[in-house]
């Protein structure tokens, strides 16, 4: 199993960016996904999650400091997690790491780097 990241960069206040995490090696529909962050001096903290696509619904969570700016989606069919993140912040920069539910653990992409000039 391979997580790949992509999509990270150097951005301006209030610009957008769209993480992909690339998936191998699995049938990526029947588990949870998601993305948390890594700013520098701080604890990994979780940004957003996507319930697996073999149910009618699909939930997803985000942390409080991203609703409303933050959107995760999944196509199954490419095997890929997004990330939509607009309004971006100063305090967005972070090493954002992709991540896939194993039931017995979480398995993580290398990290893409975002940051984010006032």
């Known amino acids: 199993v391979q997580l790949v990241e992509s999509g990270g960069g150097l951005v301006h206040r209030g610009d957008s960016l769209r993480l992909s995490c690339a998936t191998s090696?699995?049938?990526?529909?029947?588990?949870?996904m998601g993305w948390f962050r890594q700013a520098p001096g701080k604890e990994r903290e979780g940004v957003s999650c996507i319930s697996d696509a073999d149910h009618e619904t699909i939930t997803t969570i985000d942390a409080d400091s991203v609703k409303g700016r933050f959107t995760i989606s999944r196509d199954d069919a490419k095997n890929t997690v997004y990330l939509e993140m607009n309004n971006l912040k100063p305090e967005d920069t972070a090493v954002y790491y992709c991540y896939v539910d194993m039931y017995s653990g979480n398995l993580w992409g290398q990290g893409t780097q975002v940051t984010v000039s006032s």
């Open positions: 090696g699995l049938a990526m529909r029947y588990y949870h």
